[in-house]
């Protein structure tokens, strides 16, 4: 697509012949270089993911190793885990800066960037789980005129085309407009996987003075995909990764039919310059979501003998319970509004860099009653053939929140090499929840501020070395069930607390850091018989506790380069009432991932692309009774460059999962179930783009 100053920074082999009208700050909050935060933050360009083939964000686990997998389906929406702890999509995603709902699937098609910022994200958000927060950041009018077109075709038929169009107008080119469309048909390797998505943007901007920018922008997309069922264990075994058909889909019921996701997301921003080096911003964001989400849904095996119950697996001979599950037309609708102001101030002869702002956030979902049927007994061949259960008997929860956000950032030059960072967010928000049919309602009001520091120091001209502390903060409800004591009340807030200490160098050639860190995040737990009405307490009990190390480089060479990190990860249950419970691995996360990158010239435009991919062993249930083996897989790719007169043709081809591996490439314990995803199977790629 149109490359901007990302595309620049991190694939310096591409002419780049645009730039974007405005910086702003990046998803830390401050406008400084990546290469001197005192913080871990990931900024992957489109050129990049259109390398990559990545067009949803789930793809970025092939990137950098302190993201992984947390039960990503065909035809679903992404969901991630940063150093070992989940991605929260309620509340951990970011569009250009204002909070986002992640249950849905989001197009990377109109967007220039992925941010990813990893840990205990206070700072950055009210409540948010402490794995980090991802910002995906829309593409802007450039400063010149510019058109690109790709058409790209995937083995098994998926097809996708789209344009970017980019274009000024006015006596002083002071009205810019880009507009992206992209229209796919989605026929994966996957069986029974058949669907299709499409995207229309709009992105406009209004140099009002040399000092004043108004941009607005709306998008809309659509996908209609049957998901994908996951595998089990069998009893207690786990299968053999090798003897299971990688492009056998378990949702493949003669009533099986598509999750639809409709979205519609819109901002305006308008920026203002003021003396002094100080500027106020103000952006509004709406997104509004609707969702078909159904699925033929594996879960539990009732075994043949009338007797034994598998609450969290398959059973032995490969059989399960299979659901008619259906939930239609689901709203979520969040709308967010920040407002703040940036610059210097003098204060005890140090300079302060600061920003002062506020957020708030509206965010309602409505749902109606659901079906949730057993429709009969299924078998991990694909044989089995059921009867549809679309009775809708179960109901559903309808959600209100509001939130408003208060928060400072600071950073104090102490000397020419040494800097002081400071955070501070205070949030005040209020939560409802009520069943579709008027029960089990909750309504409470919470204040919760989070701090966070940092220390930073310039070892050398090009090496940063930092330290920093910070909060997250989680909130949680005891369920309104009679067997709970005390049901519906508010519970503390959950602190998650982060230490992190890091080495950083940046240059033209060379991109790279070291980090140790250390993050506690509170537990809760069930505590009691639960079986009979009062039994049951939910209460404080440990943490976990996850520390590991990274190390990342991006290194740049005359024709190529490496981009590659790894992290060891020590993840445990600690200070748990239950003995038992400590030293206990959380599910689906590996101990050790690495990840690489390599990119050479062959001959003049030709490059050659190679990947290489490990995650370690991993455990398939909360007690670590049962260990998923690691696995490698490599990718492969070429991509060529020419010049035809004033266009730019690029050609991609690429081998993902090129030695054909059969692994399982995660084991997410969702809903209280063990799940296992197969690695996809050996898929070729191919691509064109044009720049007009």
Not at 383 to 397: F, G, I, R
Not at 657 to 681: D, G, K, V
Request: aromatic share 8%; hydrophobic share 35%; with cysteine.
């Amino acid at each position: 697509m149109l490359a901007g100053v990302a595309a620049a920074q991190t694939l310096p082999q591409v002419s780049v012949t645009g730039k974007a009208t405005e910086a702003v700050p990046s998803l830390s909050g401050f406008t400084d270089p990546p290469a001197k935060l005192p913080m871990q933050a990931l900024s992957l360009s489109a050129e990049r993911l259109d390398d990559l083939g990545i067009s949803q964000l789930s793809g970025i686990t092939k990137l950098d190793a302190s993201i992984s997998d947390a039960y990503n389906a065909v035809g679903y929406w992404s969901q991630l885990k940063i150093r070992g702890f989940d991605l929260d999509n309620r509340f951990n995603l970011r569009r250009d800066g204002l909070p986002i709902s992640g249950e849905t699937a989001l197009s990377l098609v109109n967007k220039s960037g992925i941010e990813v910022l990893k840990g205990s994200s206070g700072m950055q958000a009210g409540t948010s789980s402490p794995a980090g927060i991802v910002n995906f950041v829309v593409k802007r009018p450039l400063a010149e005129d510019g058109t690109a077109l790709m058409l790209e075709a995937i083995q098994g038929g998926s097809v996708q085309a789209s344009l970017d169009h980019s274009q000024r107008f006015g006596a002083n080119r002071e009205f810019g407009v880009r507009v992206n469309l992209a229209a796919a048909h989605l026929d994966p390797q996957l069986r029974n996987g058949k669907g299709r998505s499409h995207t229309a943007a709009l992105a406009t901007d209004w140099r009002v003075s040399p000092d004043t920018l108004v941009e607005a922008e709306i998008e809309f997309n659509r996908q209609s995909q049957p998901s994908q069922q996951g595998f089990s264990l069998l009893g207690n075994r786990l299968p053999d990764a090798h003897s299971v058909d990688p492009k056998l889909n378990l949702n493949n019921q003669p009533w099986s039919l598509p999750v639809v996701f409709d979205n519609t997301h819109a901002s305006l921003r308008v920026q203002h310059k003021l003396s002094g080096d100080w500027r106020v911003q103000a952006a509004l964001g709406i997104q509004r979501l609707r969702t078909d989400d159904r699925l033929a849904y594996a879960y539990g095996c009732s075994a043949a003998d009338g007797i034994t119950y598998y609450a969290d697996r398959f059973c032995p001979d490969g059989s399960y319970d299979l659901y008619d599950f259906r939930s239609e037309n689901e709203h979520r609708d969040t709308t967010a509004l920040d407002v703040s102001a940036s610059g210097p101030v003098q204060l005890a002869g140090l300079r302060h860099d600061v920003t002062v702002g506020g957020l708030t956030t509206q965010f309602k979902s409505r749902f109606q009653r659901q079906a949730y049927n057993w429709a009969g007994t299924g078998n991990v061949d694909g044989s089995a053939v059921t009867n549809a259960q679309p009775d809708l008997t179960d109901e559903n929860t309808n959600r209100d929140e509001r939130s408003n956000e208060l928060y400072l950032r600071d950073r104090v030059a102490l000397s020419a090499d040494t800097s002081a960072w400071l955070g501070l967010r205070h949030t005040r928000l209020h939560r409802e929840s009520v069943r579709t049919d008027g029960s089990r309602p909750t309504d409470y009001a919470q204040s919760v501020t989070t701090p966070w520091i940092a220390l930073s120091h310039a070892i050398a001209s090009d090496w940063l070395v930092y330290a920093s502390w910070g909060q997250g903060i989680e909130s949680e409800v005891v369920p309104n069930r009679s067997r709970y004591i005390k049901p519906g009340e508010a519970l503390p807030a959950l602190k998650s607390r982060q230490t992190e200490i890091g080495l950083k160098t940046g240059t033209q050639r060379v991109e790279g850091s070291l980090t140790m860190f250390d993050i506690r995040r509170p537990a809760w737990r069930d505590i009691g018989s639960c079986d009979t009405a009062g039994t049951c307490e939910r209460r404080a009990d440990g943490y976990a506790r996850h520390r590991g190390i990274e190390a990342s480089a991006d290194l740049k060479w005359s024709g190529g380069g490496l981009f590659g990190s790894v992290m060891r990860l020590q993840a445990r249950r600690e200070d748990s009432a239950d003995a038992s419970l400590n030293g206990l691995r959380p599910p689906n996360v590996p101990e050790t991932t690495i990840k690489l990158h390599a990119r050479q010239d062959l001959l003049p435009g030709l490059q050659a692309q190679l990947g290489l991919r490990y995650e370690g062993r991993r455990f398939a249930t909360p007690d670590n009774s049962i260990a998923v083996p690691a696995w490698t897989v490599a990718d492969a790719g070429l991509r060529y460059t020419q010049q035809q007169g004033n266009q730019t043709w690029i050609w991609r081809a690429a081998i993902d999962n090129l030695a054909n591996h059969r692994a399982w490439r995660e084991s997410p314990w969702q809903f209280e179930h063990s799940y296992l995803y197969p690695m996809a199977p050996r898929t070729l790629r191919a691509s064109l783009e044009v720049r007009l």
